[in-house]
């Protein structure tokens, strides 16, 4: 039965409005309030404390236009902005989220003054050194598709974007005002000036002109992606609105002329690029504005701006901001819930993420210029290996049109550079982390009825390649270490791979991965029809136990970072480094791991088997066989024991990716209410609504798309049809399916929003009895309804062996 005493919805509806409410509240005693869903979107969560979350001006996806405001704090600036206290050096229409690597994009930044002292161009501030200013507090605005923030300037600075154009609005003081640096009065004749360079500094050559009477600014550079190999072209072309033209030049270091009106940069040896731009000045605009539209393009500068003549051709600011919200609304009416008793900040949490697991990959079709191809083109996988696992799942969920295009892109990039990528930006390779994730990705599509203009037989042929054909760089794609993944079923420790070239490091996690992929490719090739090929990858999915030390005991540190205060763990049996002859090695289990040398296991360190975790973590890692994992490791009480003490010894880290999974992995060991103990342990413990409230880098979303995977209630396993059951955060959840329209409902009984009932004690599935502790994508694609009777303890529900998820070894 349901319970509503009061509450109202928080679903979605076209209206710029906002919800429009319930029809079966009508005749209930209820406090009805409507509201606008955008009011818990808070782009700003994970902008300090290294969320490196872009909270600037975007669409979902579509979005290769980004537009923020960039800040001079290289620990934080990767997504352009950070809620700090640094300088702002100018506003640049692309950025990633949530990245690892160096601050990614930010080319090409404007920024605008509201006149020079002594009325002397020469005067104004032109490189980012000089320019750079304070923010004024309590400015900043950031929503769906706006983001704004004044300077100390008093220049206050609005944007909003398209697909490929991002539109800034500047509000001039409309009196005198002060000099960046000082208390000068200033002549009111704005300058506004682009500058040849992006966040990281990657500049290589670039060259602009200014048009002398209409003011236009065109140009273009080379740089370097952030986390990849080789560089990128990009073009832009900027158009001023709102005031007359005085004058126009360009810059270079911090000296400016009103002649020439190009310039051309090139590498001048080791030294940083030199700051090098173009600017036009105006006469005050009549009402204190003027409009600033940059187009942005990867194939010229012609293209650029035709990008931006057709899609903002009348420099309609508010206009470009209402089509911008309602891409959003749209995108988001899909999911809606009763949000009875639940706090603001839960709120905002699962909007947020939602809201942030759409901002990459970015739609570039179009825009490539590397190949000619009639599929869509993606960009910023930034990366599959933290993508793979919640982001992608949550896509098909929320959005399968979409999912289905970056399928294809990753299809026709196996086309045109012969491998899927694993992590991809700016039109290059990015660098693999573990396994051939991307596998996953297709695979898990494959089982979803992701379909429409798939290739499958393509998509078949890649991720074979990947498990069959070593490249020599399998620093950027692929897998290394082929030859002894056939022979000798592990990535042996000191292994000699004289086939391809890429770290020799991470042998325990990348023969998990590739353990896993294997598997993946496997239930691909049963479900085509593949028999060989099936048996073959299955039996390779189970290469992890070569890596299995049965008698390998852990000591860990009881308190973090006094390593001699260690005590025994308790726990045998972990996976260690093997040679190439078949001895073990050692690793201690929990280095890498917060205990014990907590950042000693990234790429560009040698040495270490086990990537951004420990060895402790990775023993868990066997999605495709907990059954015959949970038995190796000691049946399923001592394996939930041990899950528990990963996440409640300091050795689990909830920041990175990998973690997810463990969280929901009780429900293997037919526990599924620890399940639910474990998402309520970290939300909102280490993800909350604060500006730091992200435990790692939101990498495009991924804590993002934790979040609110977690409040929905299904745990999805990446590459399998399988979702585990939770309840969900709300008293009620509905997903309206992009790929069949029919709604699925996830329904608390009992629901109570202190979370004290987070324990399911039974279950019906469209009302007939439901003791499965897991559910398949049929729900979503054919609607009905979950419910989900709680209570304060666990219960036998979905602990019985067939009500388990299935395991390679119980039923393939
Ligand atoms: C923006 O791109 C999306 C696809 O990513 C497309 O559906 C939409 O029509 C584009 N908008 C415009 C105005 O071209
Ligand atoms: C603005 O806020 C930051 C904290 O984010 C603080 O450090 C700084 O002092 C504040 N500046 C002013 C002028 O209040
Ligand atoms: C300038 O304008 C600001 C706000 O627009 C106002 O607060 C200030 O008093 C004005 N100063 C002068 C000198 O007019
Ligand atoms: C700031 O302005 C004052 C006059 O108002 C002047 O004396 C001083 O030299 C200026 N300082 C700088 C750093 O420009
Ligand atoms: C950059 O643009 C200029 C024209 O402004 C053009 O001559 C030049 O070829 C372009 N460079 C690249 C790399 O596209
Ligand atoms: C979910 O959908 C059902 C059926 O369409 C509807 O009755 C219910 O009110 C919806 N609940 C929410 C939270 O939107
Ligand atoms: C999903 O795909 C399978 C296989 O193509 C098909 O049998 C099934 O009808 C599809 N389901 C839906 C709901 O479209
Ligand atoms: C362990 O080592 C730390 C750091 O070296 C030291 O501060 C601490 O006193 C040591 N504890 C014991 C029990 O020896
Ligand atoms: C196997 O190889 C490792 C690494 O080279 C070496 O340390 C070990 O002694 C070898 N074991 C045997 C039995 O040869
Ligand atoms: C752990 O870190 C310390 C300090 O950097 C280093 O000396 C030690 O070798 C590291 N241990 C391992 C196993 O990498
Ligand atoms: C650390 O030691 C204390 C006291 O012996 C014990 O109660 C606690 O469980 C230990 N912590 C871990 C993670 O083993
Ligand atoms: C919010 O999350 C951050 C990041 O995990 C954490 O450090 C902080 O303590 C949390 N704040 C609250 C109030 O829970």
């Not at 001039?172 to 640096?181: A, H, R």
């Not at 002894?484 to 070239?501: E, M």
């Not at 049809?721 to 969900?728: E, F, K, Q, S």
Request: with cysteine; net charge negative.
């Amino acid at each position: 039965m349901r319970r509503i005493s009061s509450g109202f919805l928080a679903s979605l509806a076209l209206s710029p409005y906002g919800v429009t409410g319930n029809p079966n509240f009508e005749n209930e005693r209820t406090v009805r309030q409507t509201y606008d869903v955008f009011e818990y979107i808070d782009p700003l969560i994970g902008t300090i404390n290294g969320g490196h979350v872009f909270p600037g001006a975007t669409l979902p996806f579509a979005g290769m236009a980004k537009a923020v405001a960039d800040v001079n704090n290289p620990e934080e600036k990767q997504g352009g902005f950070a809620s700090d206290n640094s300088d702002i050096t100018g506003f640049s229409h692309m950025h990633d989220s949530g990245t690892g690597g160096a601050p990614s994009l930010g080319n090409f930044p404007i920024f605008p003054q509201t006149g020079c002292p002594g009325d002397i161009v020469d005067n104004c501030f032109f490189t980012k050194t000089d320019r750079a200013s304070r923010r004024i507090n309590g400015t900043v605005e950031a929503h769906p598709g706006y983001f704004a923030v004044s300077l100390n300037t008093s220049v206050h600075t609005e944007m909003t974007v398209t697909n490929h154009t991002a539109l800034y609005r500047i509000t001039f003081p409309s009196n005198s005002t002060t000099s960046i640096q000082n208390q000068t009065a200033l002549p009111y004749s704005p300058l506004i000036l682009i500058d040849l360079t992006d966040l990281p500094e990657s500049r290589i050559n670039g060259s602009i002109e200014v048009d002398g009477s209409t003011g236009r600014i065109l140009g273009n550079g080379t740089f370097l992606p952030s986390f990849g190999l080789g560089t990128y072209d990009l073009h832009f072309c900027a158009d001023f609105a709102g005031a007359e033209i005085r004058d126009t030049g360009v810059f270079m270091n911090n000296r400016a002329g009103s002649e020439p009106k190009r310039l051309k940069i090139t590498p001048n040896g080791n030294s940083p690029p030199i700051p090098a731009g173009a600017w036009t000045q105006f006469e005050a605009p009549a009402d204190n504005q003027i409009l600033v539209r940059v187009g942005v393009s990867f194939i010229g500068v012609e293209q650029a701006c035709r990008n931006a003549e057709t899609e903002i051709p009348d420099f309609g600011f508010d206009k470009v901001r209402t089509a911008a919200e309602d891409v959003w609304r749209r995108k988001l009416s899909v999911i809606s819930v009763d949000n009875t008793g639940v706090s603001d900040m839960l709120q905002t949490v699962f909007w947020s993420g939602a809201y942030r697991a759409m901002i990459s990959p970015q739609d570039y079709t179009g825009e490539n210029p590397l190949w000619q191809s009639d599929e869509p083109y993606y960009d910023s996988y930034y990366c599959i290996w933290d993508s793979f696992r919640s982001i992608h799942p949550l896509l098909t969920l929320l959005d399968p049109e979409s999912q289905t295009r970056m399928v294809r892109t990753l299809i026709d990039v196996y086309r045109h550079e012969g491998k899927l990528p694993d992590c991809r930006m700016s039109l290059c390779k990015g660098f693999t982390q573990g396994g051939s994730n991307a596998d996953v990705v297709l695979v898990d599509s494959f089982l979803k009825n992701i379909t429409d203009g798939v290739d499958w037989a393509t998509g078949y042929e890649a991720v074979v390649s990947d498990a069959e054909d070593e490249p020599l760089d399998w620093a950027v794609e692929g897998r290394g270490g082929l030859t002894s993944w056939k022979n000798l079923g592990y990535i042996p420790t000191d292994d000699f791979d004289p086939y391809g070239g890429g770290p020799f490091t991470r042998s325990i996690s990348r023969t998990v991965e590739y353990a896993y992929n294997d598997f993946c490719i496997a239930e691909m090739a049963k479900s085509l029809g593949h028999t060989a090929d099936a048996e073959k990858y299955r039996e390779r999915s189970d290469n992890w136990k070569n890596m299995y030390k049965a008698d390998q005991t852990s000591m860990v540190s009881n308190t973090t970072g006094h390593l001699n205060e260690t005590i025994d763990s308790g726990f045998v049996g972990f996976l260690q480094p093997r040679y190439l002859n078949g001895t073990f090695g050692f690793q201690d289990p929990s280095l890498c791991s917060p205990l014990y040398n907590f950042t000693s296991c990234y790429l560009d360190q040698n040495g270490h088997e086990t990537y951004e975790g420990g060895a402790w973590l990775y023993t868990f890692y066997v999605p495709q066989d907990m059954a015959t994992l949970i038995a190796t490791l000691g049946g399923p009480d001592t394996f939930t024991r041990r899950l528990s003490y990963l996440h409640t010894s300091g050795l689990l880290y909830i920041g990175d990716e990998q973690a997810f999974l463990p969280v929901f992995q009780f429900h293997y060991a037919g526990r599924p209410g620890l399940s639910a103990y474990f998402s309520h342990f970290y939300i909102p413990s280490q993800f909350n609504d604060t500006v730091e409230g992200i435990a790692g880098n939101d990498d495009s979303g991924a804590m993002g798309s934790f979040t609110t995977l977690s409040m929905m209630g299904l745990w999805p396993i990446p590459g399998q049809n399988v979702y585990l059951i939770t309840p969900p955060y709300f008293l009620e959840v509905n997903l309206t399916s992009g790929q069949t329209g029919k709604v699925a409902t996830i329904r608390n009984v009992n629901f109570d929003a202190e979370y004290e009932n987070i324990y399911i004690q039974s279950a019906t599935l469209n009302g007939r009895n439901y003791t499965k502790n897991w559910i398949a994508h049929d729900f979503w694609l054919e609607g009905g309804i979950l419910e989900l009777t709680l209570g304060k303890n666990e219960s036998s529900w979905g602990t019985a062996d067939e009500d388990l998820p299935p395991s390679s070894s119980t039923s393939w």
